[in-house]
């Protein structure tokens, strides 16, 4: 845990676009066909395609019975002679919230490094449960960017037209999310003006 | 004493052994309420029914 002291991440909000779009691209190229949407995650979805990229020879997906209101999800990182990941999810989420755990936590795969992984668990619960703001801690910062993660490969940009089209024809976020099948709540953040201008500007300017 | 924070340690530190290098977690709707302890007493329940086998079948997560 850092002293308290702001320093600036070394992975980029912006880094994290880029990762995902090489998933997509990936997936694309590994399949041959334009991602679908709701974008497939299992059964040879993109897991399949994080694995190449985060170079990991195993990702687990396991359900598993437990609340979940403290914590919805979870993901464990193995290296030995093989790498290996367990990512597990509590049974009380429904299927868009399944989905976007497993997206996440999957995201943390691709964005995690030796400066950023958990050295200390107690030090990030606490930091979760005081969620303490950006620039302290590189593990605690890296939920956030492993959420910008999960949203780009969950509304990736070439969903960019039909998720504005939808709102144009005045879907609400509820509809929006049931036909892509993430949580509700994922769309009303993509929309944000904020939110919406920098993955706007991001895709455009690089021409992603 | 912090009988769930040390349980949850006590396990994390037999998987480091066993090759973790990493473990992150997707905070839930209460995880602003609770206690150290409880987050860690939440985990060791997920710790439990992995070890137990317990798994959900999901066929409409996709």
């Known amino acids: 845990m850092n002293d308290q002291t702001s320093f600036e991440n070394h992975v980029r909000p912006i880094d994290v676009v880029l990762i995902a779009r090489d998933v997509i691209q990936e997936y694309q190229k590994r399949t041959g066909e334009p991602i679908e949407f709701p974008v497939p995650i299992l059964n040879g979805g993109i897991l399949d395609t994080i694995s190449t990229v985060a170079n990991i020879d195993t990702i687990d997906v396991e359900c598993l019975k ?42 943390h795969l691709l964005i995690g490094d030796d400066k950023n992984y958990t050295t200390d668990p107690v030090a990030l619960v606490n930091g979760l449960i005081d969620q303490i703001p950006p620039g302290v801690d590189e593990a605690i910062d890296a939920e956030n960017l492993a959420l910008y ?8 940009k070439v969903s960019r037209d039909a998720l504005y089209k939808m709102e144009n024809e005045g879907l609400s976020d509820y509809e929006i999310a049931y036909e892509l099948k993430v949580p509700e709540q994922l769309i009303t953040v993509r929309l944000n003006p904020q939110m919406r201008k920098f993955l706007d500007d991001a895709h455009d300017n690089l021409a992603l | ?33 609770s206690t150290q302890e409880d987050f860690f007493r939440e985990l060791n329940l997920i710790v439990a029914a992995k070890e137990a086998g317990k798994i959900v079948e999901r066929p409409d997560v996709f």
Request: charged share 25%.
């Open chain 1, 149 to 156: 993660c999960a949203m780009e490969l969950l509304i990736p």
């Open chain 2, 1 to 33: 004493m912090n009988i769930e924070t040390e349980k949850f340690l006590q396990w994390h530190k037999q998987e480091q052994d066993k090759g973790l290098i990493d473990i992150k977690f997707f905070p839930g709707h209460d995880v602003d309420r």
């Open chain 1, 66 to 107: 437990w609340p979940g209101d403290i914590i919805k999800g979870c993901v464990a990182r193995y290296q030995n002679k093989d790498s290996k990941a367990s990512i597990w999810y509590s049974s009380s989420l429904n299927t868009c919230w399944s989905r976007f755990v497993i997206c996440k936590e999957a995201a």
